[in-house]
């Protein structure tokens, strides 16, 4: 779309063309509305990218989003998107060492397999069956919650009447989670794997008064109604390019290479000034739809901008010739990478962590959790990769805010990936720099990302993944009917830090679309 063609108007503009954008352009080019999509980079999709990052090397790996879980399958029937995902047979493994024993516990293989693991960790039943509860009472409030997020924002009491217990409503929506997971579990371990859903990019401690540990614990456990995490098959970038589809089938327009750099509204109209290698344009629309965090909002719109929320989180892609071994041996290596490998994730730990970077300190055994991929699905992997028995690892590093880079992001970076690494090698029979591939000019296949590198390359405001602090899933003051208004009439914000955004969802993409054919 050349930028001296004129202004051209549309039914909608969405800024941004990132997976919720797309979303939202799919859906209203399907009801028959004319709709531009412009996007800065020379390619859509956003964090939900595959790319190959390694020179010379054929993996494709989803460099930032990476695993699927809050993705409605109603989002991917309605739009007849070709995507599909995969389950993981095993949910976790947490090596550690008891008595001066490698050992650990695995989650997952059936349920007498992981009730076996619990007795062997822990020496009783005890844990497991507190286990079982708490997840029964999560998996009902999955199943209660999770169908609302696309339909208009139910109000606090409305949404405790549908999840209709009360102890559940006390221990995620009203007391921080370290309460309940104390008046829970017993075993140090078994409390700190608990635990992390609630910190994933969330720099909060157990017990943090404002609940924003809570909140991020909801939204990890809701996903499908089950809190089950999947595998999107041929990379996160698989969704992405479906949605891309989706849209342009429709009739969308979709420009990349396009830089919204202003809005202007009256309230009725909108004009949308944009930036090309060729020059500036305008588009005019009925509606404008910002698939971009606040901050960015409030730029394009010259309001106030919203004080940022700082990422905290350390992402590692690698690219293996083989999985490392394990110390505890009676532990395959292919089952502990398939689900979550937790490292440095007990209990203690984590609040010793997250209390050393509170005081400015990188943590001295930083928090992270790992996963393989190729196991589940080795379409990333070119067929002599997979041939030859390459895997994949993802590492997602917590209590890593963006305040500790600031001195020197890649001297500061080395470092807190030196010590990750270190922690994964403890508990591994062989370093893990031995299993790591070279590229084409023979360096290993690996690369860190941190907050400010986020922000850098995806203009996340202070790197976090989430745009701003996670929402409760309910209408508070000021959110509108379906938690994407603004202030600005017709303008309504698509991106994660929606109302109920956050994670890949295609969330507050579905409901953008649906307030302007409600309207």
């Given at each position: ?15 941004g ?84 024993r ?18 062997r ?43 209709d ?20 579990f ?54 992405t ?26 309230g ?12 500036e ?8 739809l ?47 990478f ?11 730990q ?118 701003r ?30 109302v ?20």
């Amino acid at each position: 779309m050349p930028a001296n063609e004129g202004t051209r108007t549309y039914d909608a503009v969405i800024v941004g063309g990132g997976h919720n954008g797309l979303v939202a352009a799919a859906y209203l080019a399907r009801a028959g509305r004319s709709v531009l999509v412009l996007e800065r980079l020379g390619h859509t999709g956003g964090a939900a990218v595959s790319t190959r990052p390694f020179a010379g090397v054929d993996a494709r790996l989803s460099r930032y989003s990476y695993l699927v879980s809050l993705l409605p399958r109603k989002i991917v029937r309605d739009l007849g998107l070709r995507f599909q995902v995969r389950g993981r047979t095993i949910s976790s493994y947490t090596p550690t060492e008891r008595g001066g024993r490698a050992t650990g516990l695995l989650v997952g293989g059936g349920e007498r397999r992981t009730r076996e693991a619990f007795a062997r960790l822990t020496g009783g039943e005890h844990e497991y069956a507190a286990w079982q509860r708490f997840y029964d009472m999560t998996s009902r409030v999955a199943e209660r919650v999770f169908p609302t997020l696309t339909e208009p924002l139910p109000g606090r009491d409305e949404l405790r009447r549908r999840i209709d217990d009360e102890t559940a409503w006390r221990a995620l929506f009203e007391e921080p989670i370290g309460v309940t997971v104390e008046e829970n579990f017993t075993d140090d371990l078994v409390r700190g794997v608990v635990l992390t859903d609630a910190l994933i990019g969330t720099f909060a401690d157990a017990h943090d008064p404002s609940l924003a540990q809570n909140r991020c614990f909801l939204y990890h456990v809701i996903g499908g109604g089950t809190g089950a995490w999947d595998v999107p098959v041929g990379g996160m970038g698989a969704l992405t390019d479906a949605l891309a589809a989706a849209a342009r089938t429709a009739g969308a327009v979709i420009a990349t290479g396009h830089e919204a750099v202003r809005v202007a509204t009256d309230g009725k109209t909108a004009e949308v000034t944009y930036r090309t290698a060729d020059g500036e344009g305008v588009a005019a629309a009925r509606h404008v739809l910002v698939n971009a965090s606040p901050q960015e909002l409030a730029a394009l719109m010259g309001d106030p901008a919203p004080e940022p929320a700082e990422g905290a989180q350390l992402k590692v892609n690698m690219l293996l010739t083989r999985l490392p071994r394990l110390r505890d041996d009676s532990v395959d290596p292919r089952e502990a990478f398939a689900g979550t490998y937790h490292i440095a994730e007990g209990y203690r730990q984590l609040a010793t962590a997250h209390a050393q970077a509170a005081a400015g300190e990188l943590p001295a055994a930083p928090p992270s959790e790992i996963y393989c991929h190729s196991l589940t699905d080795p379409t990333i992997l070119g067929p002599d990769l997979a041939g030859r028995g390459y895997q994949t690892l993802t590492l997602f590093g917590l209590h890593t805010p963006a305040r500790l880079f600031a001195r020197d992001n890649d001297a500061v970076r080395e470092e807190l990936l030196k010590s990750t690494l270190a922690q994964l090698d403890a508990h591994l029979a062989e370093p893990l720099a031995d299993c790591l591939a070279t590229d084409a000019d023979g360096r290993p296949c690996i690369e860190a990302k941190t907050p400010l590198d986020l922000e850098r390359d995806l203009r996340l405001p202070g790197g976090n993944i989430f745009h701003r602090a996670l929402s409760w899933p309910y209408a508070q003051e000021s959110t509108g009917r379906w938690g994407v208004e603004t202030g600005h009439p017709g303008v309504l914000l698509c991106g994660a830090g929606a109302v109920r955004g956050g994670g890949v969802s295609g969330v507050p993409g579905h409901n953008a679309a649906m307030a302007v054919l409600e309207s």
